[in-house]
């Protein structure tokens, strides 16, 4: 059982390029996460969806843009890469109801 | 907008101490989580505690609810290395997402 995973585990870019993290879950679960985790900082909410074809923002959306158009898919994009968001990005995957939450293995991103 | 407050932020101890790490807000919630992660990965549900005053016992982790719902601590008896990791307290309030605090990194030395 895969889980959740994660592409690219690991990712540099310039300032100005664009690109799209990729999260995929493999348990039917109904609602999905985007996180940014930076030291100091705890976990910190960029988006999130409660269903296919729904999305929502979190804390910190600006900047960044998700698409759920499939159940198991949650994606995050960014469109202009800044150093700010230089991190580690983590996506999560829950049922409904008081459920836990499982997290991927994070995508290591710097942008230069 | 809710928040939980982590403590102590760093904890640093010999290999057999006991310790406790607190999570406190000024909000109820209708059930807290607490999370361990560990370098490298994502972090991994330890315990749910949905009733105020409730108690869980997880082998030497002891967990508590508050009475009113606002705060948790996680208490650790006779550390081990393998308990070194960040510790993260989680509450959820209905159907909005989880507030999580910054979390509490443990070291524990051989």
Redesign the interface.
Known sequence: NAGVTQTPKFRVLKTGQSMTLLCAQDMNHEYMYWYRQDPGMGLRLIHYSVGEGTTAKGEVPDGYNVSRLKKQNFLLGLESAAPSQTSVYFCASRKQGIQPQHFGDGTRLSIL | TQLLEQSPQFLSIQEGENLTVYCNSSSVF??L?W?RQEP??????LV?V?TGGEVKKLKRLTFQFGDARKDSSLHITAAQPGDTGLY?C?G?SG?T??V????TRLSVIA
């Open positions: 209708s059930s989580q999370y490298g990965e994502g972090p991994v549900l749910t949905v993260l989680a959820s159907n997402p989880l999580f605090g910054k979390g």
